[in-house]
């Protein structure tokens, strides 16, 4: 018996690279109260969380935060027509992600 499992959808990824990704791995998207999610086999959404993509990076961190989350999280950044953008696994630059934002959050409620 098999269940379904659900995973975020990186928003920074371009739609091509999701579509992709929804193709090889055979996940469906779902619109869900806390955003896009992949739906699929526990199996498939592993797999996928190790596709390697590129995330457009949003403004607001600085250089030297961004250079912290490439370090730590074994991402690459590269300037593209669209912008920065992290690449690497779907999994590390989440985690990358997540660094970013807790370093933007710690500064904000510094700046309060």
């Known amino acids: 018996m098999s269940s379904s499992h659900r995973m975020k959808v990186l928003i920074g990824i371009p739609p091509k690279q999701v579509n ?3 193709e090889e791995y055979h996940l469906n998207m779902l619109e869900t109260k806390k955003g896009l999610v ?3 086999e526990l199996e498939d ?3 996928a969380s190790n596709h390697f993509v590129d995330y457009l990076l949003p403004p607001g961190p600085t250089e030297s935060e961004i250079q912290e989350a490439v370090d730590k999280y074994d991402v690459q950044l590269k300037q593209t027509e ?3 953008t992290l690449q690497g696994t779907m999994y590390n630059i989440n985690e990358a992600i997540l660094y ?3 370093v933007l959050e710690k ?3 510094e700046e309060l």
């Open 45 to 47: 959404l592993r797999a």
């Open 107 to 109: 500064r904000i409620d």
């Open 38 to 40: 992949f739906e699929g």
């Open 100 to 102: 970013i934002i807790d």
């Open 20 to 22: 992709e990704i929804m």
């Open 82 to 84: 669209m912008g920065p």
